[in-house]
């Protein structure tokens, strides 16, 4: 069974920094692409980051130089290090693993989400 669990939101002012933890069972992160989405309250869910089994990594416009994506194969564990927040960065943020079924067939799988609310 697939389970992943957020854990790091907290209120924090702007221009501060924070670090969300997915923490992982039943599957190998460093084996799937996992990503964080966040979701804002009236708004869809949106991508923010995404590393690959290879170790590329990829961000959203809005983070970009600011966010950053790792992994921690030891510990089965993927983070997001936040910096230099903005109020527009509040939201729910999600950690997420797409895994290779069979063939070209995926599954998602998603955590229970972490809240992050940025001050100004």
């Known amino acids: 069974q697939v389970q992943l669990v957020e854990s790091g939101g907290d209120l924090v002012q702007a221009g501060g920094s924070l670090r969300l933890s997915c923490a992982v069972s039943g599957i190998i992160v460093s084996r799937n692409v996992m990503g964080w989405y966040r979701q804002a309250p009236g708004k869809q869910r949106e991508l923010v980051a995404t590393i690959h089994s290879g170790g590329t990594t990829t961000y959203a416009d809005s983070v970009k130089g600011r966010f950053s994506i790792s992994r921690d194969i030891t510990k089965n564990t993927v983070y997001l290090q936040m910096n230099s927040l903005k109020p527009e960065d509040t939201a729910v943020y999600y950690c997420?693993?797409?895994?290779?079924?069979?063939?070209?067939?995926?599954?998602?799988?998603w955590g229970q989400g972490t809240q992050v609310t940025v001050s100004s």
């Open positions: 997420s693993a797409k895994v290779l079924l069979t063939g070209i067939t995926t599954n998602t799988y």
